[in-house]
Every structure is written in structure tokens, then in C-alpha cells.
């Protein structure tokens, strides 16, 4: 939300409720540890966050109040998922993937399920990004993408077709996703962005002066859209997505 924080510092964890003006160590202590050897990445959702935290187990932690408290995060352990590759969630509930391609979602953050159903089906490689939208749960599994709508138990693939395809980068993968309303832009890259305007189905390219498709993430803050590339960092105001009406 941009208040509550977590980084390292020195490899040591620490956390902020102000936006990073005042940082609060969070000791290992909390995690039944005696240093923060082995603590790995932290993933922010919602009021939640998570630390990956491998070997010697239990590999994942949760915080339900900012990082104030910590608890041992048991579903992923039970579908013999080690540690966590992306998070995501919405006015709709909270969705986290797996080492091994486990998908669960939460409405409570407290009470998970197991939505993986057919994914495996998919030939999935590596769950390298989810994001959740109006009920809706996409993921880039690591050899394409798949999309779970609202109280479906099928996850269905779903192509972006660049008009203009490039050599180096033939495959139009989304990486990185975010959204606006029913809007979600999509980072492709060696394509640039791409827009949708119905939950995935069709796409089309946003690229209008970018010069960079080395795209790696894409996020929307107050009314602007930024995206990393590999060569620094766009924007664009979101009023310009009125050009694709």
C-alpha cells in the first residue's frame, strides 16, 4: 500500500508503517531462528506479507498485521510446495503460487483452498507471476500464460498476438500484469505492453512512443503507468488509455 514495508537491511529484516521514513527490526527470533541465515524473498499482499526461508523448514512464514507478528505458513507444505514464486490479490481475495505450480487463494487470509484443479494439465514450468482482477487469476507459467475466472474450476490458456513480432523474442508472454477497472496491461517481453479489455481473451499492443520492449514489469500508481525495462524506467498517463476506445 506503500505505508507498510519490508526490506533487508544488512540482511537483517526489517519493517515500516510510515512509508520508510522510521524502519523497525523484526527479529529472527520471531521465526524461531537465531540469525537470518537462509531468510529469502519477501512478498507484500494486502495487510499480508511472506518470507521464503529455506533450507531446514518450515520454509515459509506469513504476517497478517504488516510484519508486527509472524506465524508458520502451512498450506503450500501440504501440496509439497516449498516455498512461494508470486502473490497477488483484490477487493476479492488473496492468491499465492508455489515452487512446484500450486495455486491458493484465500477470501479471508486466514483460510486457504487449493484452486491448482487442472493447471498441471498445462505443462506448467514456473510460476513466475499472478495477478488477481475482478475475481479473475492469471498466471505466467513459465511456457505461456492461464487464466482461472470467477467460480470456474478450468484454467484456460490464453495468447497475445503481436502484429509485429520480432526475431529475438517470437513468443508474446505476459511477465508482469496490472490493472485498471476491467483494463488489464500486460508487459511482454520484446513486445512492450498490451492491452485488454475482456479478461484476456484479446489484446492489443500500447506502445505508442515507447522505444524499449525489453519490458520486465508494469504497475499502475495514482494515475500514472510505469514500466521497467531493461534500460530504465517509462510512464504514461493513464488518461491515454482513452485512445484505445
Known sequence: DGIHLMAYENNVLKRSDDGGEVWHTVPASLFNRPSYDNFGQIFACG???????APGGPNVHFSDDFGVTWDVFEKLNELNNDIITAVSYDDTGYVVSGDLGAVIESTDGSTWVDITYDLYTLDVENIGMLHRANGYTFANIGNGNAVLSPGSSTWVEFIVDDPYPIVFAPTE????????GNVLI???????????????????????????FQTRDVEVIDDVIYLAVNGGLWSRPISDLQLLS
Open 47 to 53: 495487510n499480508l506479507f511472506f518470507v521464503n526461508i
Open 173 to 180: 508472454e505476459i511477465n508482469a500484469l496490472s490493472h485498471i
Open 186 to 212: 500486460g508487459s511482454a517481453f520484446g513486445h512492450g505492453v498490451f492491452i485488454s479489455q475482456d479478461n484476456a481473451q484479446s489484446w492489443q499492443p500500447f506502445n505508442l512512443g515507447l522505444t524499449d
